[in-house]
């Protein structure tokens, strides 16, 4: 039976992903900083769940995290979901503070690379390695200036591991705007109704691990078009 690891894995895109890989099969271990939300979506998933709660950017936790996934076999599909957005509402770049911007590198950058390297020696040796990326990455919005930077790096570091090992499958998905929490602290106040659930473009994701086309930056809703 596979194994997935998916990070931020309590809620939203996280929790829809979650749902996806049990549906075709997968063992997945989710984690989040919240124990009890985490528990939550673990006891409403079902066995094939495990969780772990705890901080992606502190070592200890990831080095638990890749040890519980890997407890019965290798890690084949690795996604590193949990982003940190910097504020609600976000800040411009004048008025972002150093410890904000640090911790959106930390949690949007540096930890998805060390998670990586800390799976790396349960990696199977054809894994996909699935990065969240963002719009924002590539296009500029007033306010998103820390996020989009630690997001547009993240893109720049998956397409460079892409080319260091070519026999794993590495891909920077862009969901686009969803109705999620994350989206809802992004635009305090205003009604997001009209986006679309996480679920709508969970089958993106599965059709990159089954498909395995080459390793890139991709948009969910691109990809659901090309499959109707």
């Not at 929790?15 to 989040?32: M, N, P, Q, S």
């Amino acid at each position: 039976m596979p194994n997935a690891i998916i990070t931020g894995g309590s809620a939203g895109l996280g929790r829809a992903l979650t749902t996806e890989l049990l549906g075709a099969g997968f063992t997945v271990t989710i984690t989040a900083r919240t124990a009890d939300a985490l528990a939550a979506t673990a006891a409403d998933l079902g066995g094939r769940v495990r969780q772990l709660a705890g901080d992606v950017t502190d070592p200890d936790h990831r080095d638990r995290l890749v040890a519980l996934a890997a407890a019965d076999g290798p890690v084949d599909v690795l996604i590193n979901n949990a982003s940190e957005l910097g504020g609600s509402p976000q800040p411009q770049l004048r008025d972002l503070d150093r410890a904000t911007f640090e911790r959106i590198l930390a949690v949007n950058l540096v930890a998805p690379l060390e998670l990586i390297n800390s799976a790396r020696p349960h990696l199977a040796p054809d894994a996909t390695i699935i990065n969240i990326s963002s719009d924002a990455a590539a296009d500029h919005y007033e306010g998103w200036g820390g996020y989009g930077a630690s997001k547009a790096a993240l893109d720049h570091l998956t397409l460079t591991l892409a080319a260091e090992e070519p026999d794993r499958r590495w891909y920077a998905i862009d969901p686009g705007d969803l109705r999620t929490a994350m989206h809802q602290a992004a635009f305090p106040g205003e009604d997001i109704s009209d986006r679309p659930l996480p679920e709508t473009i969970t089958p993106a994701f599965l059709q990159l691990i089954r498909d395995r086309p080459a390793s890139g930056r991709y948009r969910a809703t691109e990809l659901i078009g090309a499959d109707r």
